[in-house]
């Protein structure tokens, strides 16, 4: 699923049709004040004034809104890349003809509707005199410009506003692209160096965290090029890794999972728990002689979803506190890419009487793949 492909025909063309009646609903509450000020100056009937009001304006709207529709449609004019924000607007020269027709034209039909409507016969431009005829084109084509001026107006705003935010997305998604293709060399790298320290002293376990490298590389190598996968795969990935580390310390190691079931289906960017488990095992449990234990959970929490890893040894210290460590910077730039203000990771010592360390990642819970690719 691709978050940034162009909406789908009918949904683009339901939402035309919406800003299209939308902007019929404008003309016509505009209509409403005009008629008033009209009962107020010549002190007609105000049920005739919003009869003529509301046909005259209706009317050369549709004329005008249907005319710069069709010139933009046909080529004869430039047409402004409007893919993020569909609405099509000619330029200033096609449109100052469009609004003159189309206030005459619209005039002249909406004034025949509401003689209709009311068994008057009151003059359009084409049957009264030539003053009559000019005053009504002034009454015509100076709300139809302001009109029509506001409605390109706004759908200007609306597709500066669209291209910025696309272009903001396609920058956030490149920095988590360049965040992503850093932090797994990174991991690969570490699990490497571990590798190499334990050839010399251990070679049939050397070999044994060898093939289980190779295995752990082979079912991660699809899941972590994909932006966001389940919290139960995300899980699966951190006991593998942690099956490699625990060929390595042996028994110095234990780990602990706690996933509750109706949590495996929520969804998190891949390798967003490996930068902690590894800075629990370097920071916090090789130092130990003992070793110690790392627990890895989720829970809910509202409509958050929180995830911790714990680990029960050296605890932060005056190096610890630095939460800039390369894997812990990358997973607090891509909660901040993602998600904002509604995520955040924090970095404490535990409060219990085991001690060690307390990662807690907080993150909107997103139940299916296409909430969390928009989550941004």
Request: charged fraction near 20%; hydrophobic fraction near 45%; include cysteine.
């Amino acid at each position: 699923m691709n978050p940034n492909a162009a909406p789908a025909p009918a949904l683009h063309s339901k939402g035309r049709w919406l800003r299209f009646a939308l902007r019929g609903a404008k003309t016509s509450g505009a209509a409403v004040l005009i008629a008033i000020c009209l009962w107020a100056i010549l002190r007609d009937p105000f049920e005739t004034a919003l009869v003529y009001s509301q046909c005259i304006s209706l009317t050369i709207w549709l004329f005008i809104d249907l005319g710069r529709d069709v010139v933009a449609s046909i080529g004869n004019a430039r047409v402004p890349d409007l893919s993020s924000v569909p609405g099509r607007w000619p330029s200033r020269a096609w449109m100052v003809g469009i609004v003159g027709f189309g206030a005459i034209l619209g005039y002249a039909g909406g004034n025949e509707i509401a003689n209709w409507i009311t068994g008057l016969n009151l003059p359009g431009p084409f049957n009264a005199s030539l003053r009559q005829t000019l005053a009504l084109l002034v009454m015509a084509l100076v709300p139809a410009m302001v009109i029509t001026y506001y409605f390109q107006s706004r759908e200007i705003i609306a597709t500066q506003k669209s291209q910025v935010e696309t272009a903001q997305r396609q920058a956030a998604e490149q920095q988590l692209k360049l965040l992503e293709s850093q932090l797994e060399p990174h991991m690969l790298f570490n699990t490497l160096a571990n590798l190499r320290a334990l050839i010399g002293v251990d070679p049939a376990h050397a070999q044994a965290m060898l093939d289980q490298l190779i295995a752990f590389l082979r079912a991660s190598l699809t899941g972590s090029r994909l932006r966001f996968h389940p919290v139960a795969a995300e899980f699966e990935r951190v006991r593998d890794y942690l099956a490699l580390m625990q060929i390595r310390m042996g028994p110095r190691l234990e780990t602990r999972f706690a996933l509750p079931p109706e949590l495996g289906g929520a969804f998190v960017p891949p390798l967003l728990l490996q930068p902690l488990v590894e800075n629990s095992i370097k920071h916090g449990l090789e130092p130990h002689v003992a070793g110690g234990r790392i627990d890895v959970s989720a829970a809910r929490e509202g409509e958050s979803l929180v995830l911790r890893v714990r680990d029960n040894g050296a605890g932060l210290g005056d190096a610890g506190a630095d939460a800039s460590r390369y894997g812990l910077a990358h997973v607090r730039e891509r909660l901040a890419t993602l998600y904002g203000e509604r995520a955040s990771f924090e970095l404490e010592a535990a409060r219990d009487a085991d001690g060690g360390t307390l990662a807690t990642i907080r993150l909107p819970l997103q139940t299916t793949a296409d909430a969390a690719a928009t989550a941004s």
